[in-house]
């Protein structure tokens, strides 16, 4: 391996936080193209969890360290919701019984990515669509509330 491409897998690797999954389209922000990726991958240093998601070679991922990549990388408008977000809060009253779920809401626009589906989290992601507001309506008037 050349010097350049050495130094670049270096600060790669140094700067990857443990349990963090990658965006290869951010990976790619960062001037890390598919061939490096290809070499990298190739010589043991780092893992792909699906297309277009790696992990550090050997680290131990869990589905939080994906769903920061969607929301941090691909900037996808999804979140926890429900007793999830409760669970992440430690204000969930009952224990969970079973496999457990994790809920990720978002707008109909969004779709989370095939490798944050598919990967063996440990969990069950179920993605739900959520409209908190009627779209393509206008703002409601605060002052009709007797705000200002």
Same mark, same amino acid.
């Not at 990857?16 to 043991?44: F, H, I, R, T």
């Not at 809401?105 to 969990?123: C, F, H, I, M, S």
């Given at each position: 391996?050349?010097?350049?491409?050495?130094?670049?897998?270096?600060?790669?690797?140094?700067?990857?936080?443990?349990?963090?999954?990658?965006?290869?389209?951010?990976?790619?922000?960062?001037?890390?193209?598919?061939?490096?990726?290809?070499?990298?991958?190739?010589?043991?240093?780092?893992?792909?969890?699906?297309?277009?998601?790696?992990?550090?070679?050997?680290?131990?991922?869990?589905?939080?360290?994906?769903?920061? @990549?969607?929301?941090?990388?691909?900037?996808?408008?999804?979140?926890? @919701?429900?007793?999830?977000?409760?669970?992440?809060?430690?204000?969930?009253?009952?224990?969970?019984?079973?496999?457990?779920?994790?809920?990720? @809401?978002?707008?109909?626009?969004?779709?989370?990515?095939?490798?944050?589906?598919?990967?063996?989290?440990?969990?069950?992601?179920?993605?739900?669509?959520?409209?908190?507001?009627?779209?393509?309506?206008?703002?409601?008037?605060?002052?009709?509330?007797?705000?200002?």
């Amino acid at each position: 391996m050349s010097s350049e491409i050495q130094n670049k897998l270096n600060q790669m690797i140094s700067n990857w936080p443990d349990g963090m999954v990658y965006c290869a389209s951010w990976l790619d922000d960062q001037g890390y193209y598919s061939e490096l990726l290809y070499k990298y991958k190739n010589s043991n240093w780092i893992e792909s969890i699906g297309k277009g998601a790696y992990k550090k070679y050997g680290d131990k991922i869990e589905w939080m360290g994906g769903l920061n @990549a969607v929301q941090a990388q691909l900037h996808l408008k999804v979140h926890l @919701a429900g007793k999830s977000a409760l669970e992440q809060l430690n204000k969930a009253q009952y224990l969970s019984m079973g496999k457990k779920q994790i809920l990720v @809401a978002g707008t109909k626009k969004e779709q989370l990515p095939k490798w944050l589906r598919k990967y063996n989290w440990d969990v069950v992601i179920k993605y739900q669509v959520k409209k908190l507001f009627n779209e393509g309506e206008k703002d409601f008037n605060t002052k009709s509330f007797g705000y200002t």
